[in-house]
């Protein structure tokens, strides 16, 4: 069955980097944009980022613009999301999750349909 | 960016009654909505999109309507395994959005 595993997390001290990963099994993974959503203990849910099946196209929320970025290894049929200059702000537990749709492309648009299938998250802590 | 204002926030219901969820878009989102289920320490888990159409492998207890700015969810009879946050989520433009979420619990 489709499936999504995170990995990566941990406690990092604010200004440092972490990548977090995330392996998908069970569908054709080069088929499909994936997105990042994020959870702030107590919190709600963050879309935090987006990348297209022909990883032509990524788009980041303005909280992660020009900090963080998302890529993905057709390859290893794995995600990842590369976070630098984290703040306290950035504690969340991170999931991955698959667009609900196969990648759409409409001229130099991409379209997205929300997600069908999501990760267990895992767990990025930043303190000092 | 595209606002989803959900409410209530939170509700309390009896096992066996209506439950109804809103949630609304700050501009015209057609049909390009979800909603998810999410109960503590899991993850989310596709419930509707497209504003009415249900997932395969949810259950009919859980529907969904609505267009344009004005959404609807409902849960036709509570049970206790229908305990917990339950978000709205467009997909209509970049950034996707989520409503705050909707905490259920049993009275």
């Known amino acids: 069955q489709e499936q999504l595993v995170e990995s990566g997390g941990g406690v990092v001290q604010p200004g440092r980097s972490l990548r977090v990963s995330c392996a998908a099994s069970?569908?054709?993974?080069?088929?499909?944009?994936m997105h990042w959503v994020r959870q702030a203990p107590g919190k709600g849910l963050e879309w935090v980022a987006v990348?297209?099946?022909?990883?032509?196209?990524?788009y980041y929320a303005d909280s992660v613009k020009g900090r963080f970025t998302i890529s993905r290894d057709i390859s290893k049929n794995t995600l990842y999301l590369q976070m630098n200059s984290l703040s306290a702000e950035d504690t969340a537990v991170y999931y991955c999750?698959?667009?609900?749709?196969?990648?759409?492309?409409?001229?130099?648009?991409?379209?997205?349909?929300?997600?069908?299938?999501w990760g267990q998250g895992t767990t990025v802590t930043v303190s000092s | 960016d595209i606002q989803m204002t959900q409410s209530p926030s939170s509700l309390s219901a009896s096992v066996g009654d209506r439950v109804t969820i809103t949630c609304q878009a700050s501009?015209?989102?057609?049909?390009?909505l979800s909603w998810y289920q999410q109960k503590p320490g899991k993850a989310p888990k596709l419930l509707i999109y497209?504003?009415?159409d249900l997932e395969t492998g949810v259950p009919s207890k859980f529907s969904g309507r609505g267009s344009g700015t004005d959404f609807v969810f409902t849960i036709s009879s509570l049970q206790p395994e229908d305990i917990a946050t339950y978000y709205c989520?467009?997909?209509?433009?970049?950034?996707?959005?989520f409503g705050g979420g909707t905490k259920v619990e049993i009275k």
């Open positions: 497209d504003a009415s």
């Open positions: 999750a698959k667009d609900r749709k196969i990648g759409v492309r409409g001229g130099i648009f991409y379209y997205y349909y929300g997600m069908d299938v």
């Open positions: 990348i297209s099946h022909d990883e032509s196209n990524k």
């Open positions: 989520q467009q997909y209509s433009n970049l950034p996707l959005t």
């Open positions: 501009q015209d989102i057609s049909n390009n």
């Open positions: 069970g569908f054709t993974f080069s088929s499909y944009g």
